[in-house]
């Protein structure tokens, strides 16, 4: 076999021969074909991930595990991660956004946690379009179908149309879950003499082949890829958790490893790497469900629903009786032994013979060249032309609120299970969502953000901006961030400019990370989001995590009540270039985002964080998608009353009302708490924009816009 | 007092329940495995969760119907024991022949999950005694498979015999077929069998036991269950 038929570049044939002293196989050479893909091995984006700050005082396990864990206070961890499915969803929406739901879940089973809620980050293209609602069907669907199945609830996301995700549309799948900090399962615990079980569904021929193809470009013809993309079932997924959440508590697994892209290949060679053992394991006792497969085809399976439990002889009897209890698949394939070699047997033959590490470690980084595109400064060039736009306010919001990016998404939430588990503070449709811990009381608090508009604009400041987005919402809720998990969706990085979006979208995340100290624990990359030519637009998807003590209800949106006053926290001229306003209705993105501010970032976190804990508003949001005029149309009809909203207005009243960006808040608070909300607020800028009452939203020197429009524009009724 | 819930392979709210009974309604509670065929001794009430049992494969809640553990159900409820289905429970209890009717895919062939206002039909069940009748309460609806149907005149002996007891409604207290989410016939989000020991309903009681989570008119179903066992109610 040709090592590029492989998928292989010639440099990594050569290290591979080098590292061997001898040709690799035929075995060999598909495992290194799939293991040093994009996708598995990070080969572009690890010189650039070393940017992310990872340590942290919270931080349990970081990186280099499933998912990174971090303290959630007296004697308990949640495991996180958000991970990318968007070639299989391009491709097979409904499988490829359920086998997404269900490869995250298990990522988070394999540090030993109990999965406790999803989000979705879904990225659509022209919303009339037939295949957009074809795609847009499918995955929702396919998010629903495995999450209300398996039992996770889905409390939250991120949705947004553009036209750029027309042919690649984006399915990033978050799961979060809770394990006791003692109990945290490493893949760096396996000792020589253990026995290497797989646990779960029997072997197909299912999705081979998938790491790699999730690693370039896709086809014109998507229907070809169908069968490397892989089939969920739910049902066997819930068995899983339960059998090893089981075997677990028995105290009957010494290492566990999810399977997933590369099939058994990946999580076995990974335990044996980092456990610095060797791995013996004999094909033929693998479960299978089709006949006549070669020995490649069950080492690089993509079936889903099955682990691989690394475990003590002694233990063998008890863990097979629980693969009986639950009706899972469980068999001994192979067994750790001393020294470094990963070693596959098939009647009697030995197929590969590799060093461990070589596998999922010796991939050669790629040092792409990036260069600033050329037409940046084009891009840039922007001054603010509000012609087209009557000085009418209320007309402006009501476009915004009706476009398809903002509007309600209930015809996508009501399709997932939000509930189950009974924890669910805060589901879908606010601006983060709140999770509580029933073992100890404490509220999780999790943000999705992605801003790929911005980062088009100016990618270190979009990812910046990006980071910090996806704070701000915990704090104004009284959560302090305990760290974050990203998702680095962009084009291929072998085309010179794009890789230089992807670089300095990377090193906005991490500043701002550094700036505000928030540890990065765990995440993905999906390159290679084009197809003939036609790319994604930069999108980095962060997913924020924070704590809220038991003792400190959270301050949540929608709840002003009549007589509140209304101020506005933070800058009032925010940027109009990356914003909804300019993309949605005035159709071309151009400018530059704000400028970071550390700063401000954490003079509004001390002062968002005292508001919270001192209860000094009845209702707080803060300003996301489009800026002040929506946060305000949004709580007006969440909260069921109106408000008159008054104040003297700049040049340029659109930018004040629909500009994006910086740290900024709105806050109701009742007129008793006013001087204290004012000492807490004094210091950063802030100012009364107006008062909560009547059944009507007054903007100034615009028509009122009676509630029961606002509400019907935004629900599309 | 005790209550069993049953696990089914592919339960998801078995935990939820067993949480509010033993948690918040301090009602003891313990699991029940699928393949056992008794009921652990002294059970007065069990309760099948919901979630998708078997995978909901071949017809929701059809192959829980034909498991052990409810051949030990159907010995229960003859003898006056009390047995609560929710969602998928529900399902299995129609199934099983132990409550009449089928539910039927939602009527837009989606899943829904939502906040459903209920009206409470009956106050002289073991379930609902707590409740005063017409009370309209809030439980959250999570199903594929949730349209109550019965042939018309099975449907009409039913209201005869005041066997529903959840009907969808307005907040003006109107209820009926033109408030189900799910395209339910007259309404229906509940019912109990003839003698009033055994009820199914679609909507989650377990997931409306506590303010922080948004609501509490699950309690009521507790409490009434509690002061049944009690004796207080009977």
């Known amino acids: 076999m040709d090592y590029q038929k492989a998928g292989l570049r010639p440099h990594e044939y050569e290290t591979i021969r080098r590292e061997l002293g001898r040709d690799p196989n035929e075995t060999e050479l598909r495992i290194f074909g799939v293991m040093w893909s994009e996708h598995c091995s990070y080969k572009s984006s690890r010189p650039l991930l070393k940017l992310f700050p990872k340590e942290g005082p919270s931080v349990l396990k970081g990186v280099g595990e499933n998912a990174g864990v971090v303290d959630a206070g007296e004697g308990w961890g949640l495991a996180f991660k958000v991970e990318s499915h968007n070639h299989p969803s391009a491709v097979e929406p409904y499988q490829g956004a359920a086998t997404g739901v269900g490869g995250i879940i298990r990522d988070i089973l394999a540090m030993g946690a109990r999965p406790i809620a999803s989000l979705d980050g879904l990225f659509f293209g022209r919303p009339d379009s037939a295949k957009t609602r074809f795609l847009s069907n499918g995955i929702v669907k396919g998010v629903g179908g495995y999450g209300n199945c398996v039992g996770v609830p889905t409390v939250g996301g991120k949705t947004l149309y553009d036209e750029r995700y027309e042919d690649n549309p984006l399915l990033n799948a978050f799961c979060i879950g809770l394990v006791a900090s003692d109990s945290i399962v490493s893949s760096q615990t396996a000792e020589p003499g253990n026995l290497v079980v797989l646990l779960g569904s029997k072997t197909g021929r299912d999705g081979i082949g998938g790491a790699a193809f999730a690693s370039a470009e896709l086809g014109e013809d998507t229907k070809a890829s169908r069968p490397q993309v892989q089939i969920g079932d739910p049902f066997v997924e819930k068995l899983l958790i339960e059998a090893c959440l089981e075997a677990l508590e028995k105290g009957l697994v010494t290492s566990m490893q999810d399977m997933g892209a590369a099939g058994i290949t990946s999580p076995a060679s990974e335990i044996a790497a980092k456990s610095g053992v060797g791995m013996i394991l004999d094909l033929d006792r693998v479960p299978l469900r089709e006949e006549n497969m070669a020995a490649w085809e069950i080492a690089l399976s993509e079936s889903q629903e099955r682990m691989l439990l690394i475990i003590r002889p002694e233990n063998l009897d008890a863990v097979l009786s629980l693969g009986q209890k639950w009706d899972l698949d469980c068999a001994v394939i192979g067994k750790t032994v001393e020294g470094n070699r990963f070693i596959l047997r098939k009647d009697g033959k030995i197929f590969a013979d590799l060093p461990a590490s070589l596998i999922g470690g010796g991939c050669p980084e790629i040092n792409w060249p990036a260069e600033r595109p050329k037409d940046l400064d084009l891009r840039q060039s922007f001054e603010f032309d509000p012609s087209g736009f009557s000085a009418d306010l209320s007309k402006t919001l009501l476009s915004l609120l009706a476009s398809p990016s903002l509007k309600e998404k209930t015809w996508i939430t009501r399709q997932y299970d939000s509930m189950v588990q009974v924890n669910t503070v805060q589901g879908p449709g606010a601006p983060l969502s709140l999770v509580r811990i029933k073992e100890n009381g404490n509220l999780v608090a999790i943000v999705m953000e992605a801003l790929p508009w911005s980062c088009s604009l100016d990618p270190y400041r979009g990812g910046y901006e990006t980071m910090a987005r996806s704070l701000r919402p915990l704090w104004v809720a009284g959560a302090m961030h305990l760290g974050m998990t990203n998702c680095l969706n962009f084009p291929s990085p072998e085309n010179p400019e794009q890789f230089w979006e992807f670089s300095e979208a990377v090193r906005g995340l991490a500043d701002c990370c550094k700036d505000l100290s928030c540890p990065v624990v765990s995440g993905n990359v999906s390159l290679y989001n084009e197809s003939a030519g036609r790319a994604i637009l930069p999108t980095p998807l962060v997913c924020s995590v924070g704590i809220l003590p038991a003792s400190n209800f959270p301050l949540l949106p929608g709840k002003w009540k009549e007589g509140d006053l209304l101020f506005l926290a933070g800058i009032e001229n925010a940027s109009i270039p990356g914003s909804h306003f300019q993309s949605v209705l005035q159709g071309r993105l151009a400018g530059r985002p704000l400028p970071p501010s550390p700063e401000m970032e954490t003079g509004f976190m001390e002062r968002a964080l005292q508001t919270a804990r001192q209860r000094l508003a009845s209702s707080a949001v803060p300003l996301l998608g489009g800026g002040l005029g929506i946060a305000i149309g949004k709580e007006a009809i969440a909260s069921g009353v109106g408000a008159q909203i008054e104040l003297e207005l700049p040049t340029h009243p659109l930018a004040l009302f629909f500009a994006e960006g910086g740290a900024r808040a709105l806050y109701a608070v009742p007129a008793a708490k006013v001087p204290e909300f004012i000492r807490t607020w004094t210091g950063f800028p802030f100012r009364m924009i107006g008062k909560v009452g009547g059944d009507s939203l007054c903007l100034p020197h615009s028509e009122p816009i009676p509630l029961q429009i606002l509400s019907n524009v935004w629900k599309g009724a | ?234």
């Open chain 2, 1 to 234: 007092m005790n209550a069993s819930v049953v696990v089914f392979p592919g339960s998801n709210c078995d935990r939820d329940v067993l949480h509010a009974l033993g948690k918040i309604a301090g009602i003891p509670a313990a699991p029940v495995w699928h393949k056992d065929s008794v009921l652990p001794e002294g059970t007065d009430l069990v309760v099948l969760p919901g979630g998708f049992s078997y995978g909901d494969y071949l017809r929701c809640g059809a192959m829980a119907a034909r498991s052990p553990i409810i051949r030990a159900v159907r010995e229960h409820a003859p003898r006056g024991g009390l047995v609560l289905g929710i969602c998928n429970g529900f399902q299995v209890l129609t199934e099983a022949g132990l409550l009449p009717g089928a539910l039927l895919a939602n009527s837009n062939l989606e899943f829904i999950c939502s906040p459903c206002l209920l009206r409470v039909e009956r106050s002289d069940t073991p379930f609902t005694n707590a409740y005063p009748e017409g009370a309209l309460v809030q439980f959250p609806i999570a199903h594929h498979e949730g349209l109550y149907f019965l042939p018309k005149e099975e449907l009409e002996k039913l209201e005869d015999n005041r066997q529903v007891v959840f009907r969808y409604a307005a907040a003006n207290g109107e209820a009926g077929a033109a408030y189900s989410p799910n395209g339910s016939l007259n309404g229906i989000a509940g019912i109990v069998n003839l003698r009033g020991n055994v009820l199914g309903l679609m909507p989650h009681p377990e997931r409306a036991s506590e303010k922080l989570l948004g609501g509490t008119d699950g309690l009521g179903m507790w409490n009434s269950i509690k002061s049944w066992l009690e004796g207080g109610a009977r």
